[in-house]
């Protein structure tokens, strides 16, 4: 029996409207600064995806201005969170329905979101969701797919099943070889992936058993 099942946010549970995102950057930036940052801004943050183990917004109004050749200062960054959490949001079919039965059924439920937690709880709650959720972490907490997203949400990986709609990110079940200092990660019922974890690097307060 799996405990506690995961979700993500962002095509999961709901579908955004993110053309407010390029409106907002067009109007605070100018346009031939939105002309540059915004055809680049979602490949940038995926490769700080890809650096990184979680969004901080300092590092990141660094990043994206090295990466953009555009001065996106933290004020902004902050601005863009405000005006995340306005998106004209549209749940997933039958969501509320899937949500109503894992509850039934005591399943612990929790949302894992890149994007930062202030942005996705805001949404959650606009869309009467949050409620069913016990924590959400988002991208400031950490970052998908590493490894120690998953350590420090479930006291034992084997009982925790992700659901998402990204091949990358969101895994469907992770099994834990703690024995072996190795994480396999399964998809569709095979492993797509594992890695040699040096528990000593993990954190304080990960929860490992």
């Not at 109007?27 to 055809?39: H, I, Q």
């Not at 079919?93 to 202030?118: A, R, T």
Request: with cysteine; charged share 30%.
């Amino acid at each position: 029996m799996k405990e506690k099942i995961i979700f993500d946010l962002d095509g999961t549970l709901m579908n955004a409207d993110f053309s407010l995102e390029d409106d907002f950057f067009s109007e605070r930036l100018g346009k031939n600064d939105a002309d540059k940052f915004v055809p680049v801004k979602y490949d940038l943050l995926l490769k700080y995806e890809d650096l990184f183990s979680r969004y901080d917004i300092k590092c990141l109004s660094e990043f994206l201005t090295i990466g953009s050749g555009v001065n996106i200062t933290e004020k902004l960054i902050r601005e863009w969170l405000l005006i995340g959490s306005t998106f004209k949001d549209e749940l997933v079919p039958d969501i509320v329905d899937v949500l109503e039965y894992l509850k039934s059924k005591d399943y612990e439920l929790i949302v894992l979101s890149n994007w930062f937690k202030s942005t996705q709880v805001n949404r959650l709650k606009k869309m009467g969701l949050y409620d069913y959720f016990v924590e959400v972490y988002g991208g400031d907490d950490f970052l998908k797919p590493n490894p120690i997203s998953y350590l420090s949400i479930c006291d034992d990986v084997s009982e925790c099943v992700m659901i998402g709609d990204n091949y990358n990110n969101d895994l469907t079940h992770i099994n834990n070889c703690k024995s072996e200092d190795i994480v396999k990660v399964e998809y569709g019922g095979e492993i797509i992936w594992e890695e040699k974890v040096d528990w000593s690097e993990v954190p304080f307060g990960t929860k490992v058993r």
